[in-house]
């Protein structure tokens, strides 16, 4: 075994996706897979797909490719609004993309058409979040305007909620999404089949509190992590440890808990803090800032403090763990969604599958 590692648990992603496709389908609402934070992970990928979700999304074309390379047999969809110069590969990689551009639209159309393809679009809607989306005032003449693109099917509106503004998804702001819907039904005749609610934000608000006429949710982190994303509590069912960062000590040493000698900032440019708690027991582990943001590991070990951390080392006291430490000795660490991404990511994280 080499460390760091990280353990991924695809049983449990999947009974995860599982426990979100079953609680979305008794209030009418069909799943989208987004595996993102794995940084197009392919095992990742088809413990998701493997759950009944009807869509997988990433934020990356590069991650659908490997998907579609990879053979899963779900529609992929584009989460980040297309750049115009990605359009020619993604219309022949992606059925569906999040839109809210006509000139990006427009050039959907002609890739589209010149591939022969029919090329879905969700119309983003911002409803307070301030990220992607149209205004609500102008989401009718954009939805004409893109109703009549040839190689082009409008196929529904969508809105995020919770990423950029904090705003909470609510009944009264996802009402005023169905509403748009129906508007864009009347206007133009389509059936618009998606009314997507938004994110892990939205799941606290099912199955009772959302209304009628949303159709689907995007859902990343609380599959992955099993926590809605609002008040951050546990999906009934769903697994809190399908990933585990696991971590070996390199040194350990009583050390005071305060340096010695004039004080200027630390290897990041941050000026220093410390609080004096006399001598305490001190690890390093072989894990840094290249590899994790550290804020967001939660040691296993009750006792165990995270004090800090350089590129490639993490300090830690363990003064109060009660286990037995050694050099060698491994620490555990359950992931939130930034330590997930970002552990993920780093290419000297193992990645073990279990
Ligand atoms: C990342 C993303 C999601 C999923 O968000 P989670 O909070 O992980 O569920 C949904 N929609 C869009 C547009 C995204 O970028």
Redesign the pocket.
Known sequence: MSYPSITINTKYLTENAETMVRLCGSAGISV?A?G??CCGDISVARALTAAGVKWL?D?RLQNLMTFKKAGIDKPLCL??LPMLSEVSQLVSVADIS?VSEMATAQALSQAAVSQGVVHKIIL?VDLGDL??GLLPDDVLPAARFMADLPGIELHGI?V?F??YGCVMPSYQKLEQLVGLANDIRLATGLSLPVV?G????S?FLVPNKIPVGITQ????????LGRE?VYRNPVPGCHLDAFTLSCEIIELKEKPSVPDGELCTDAFGNPPSFVDKGIRRRAILGIGRQDVIVDGLIPFDHGADILGASSDHLIMDVTDVARPLEVGSVLKFNVQ?SALLTSMQSSYVNKIYL
């Open positions: 989208m987004i993102k934070a999304g934020s989460l980040r999040l983003m990220r992607e969508g995020n919770a990423c997507s938004g994110n892990s934000a799941v949710l995007r859902l990343g982190e609380s599959i992955l994303t969604y």
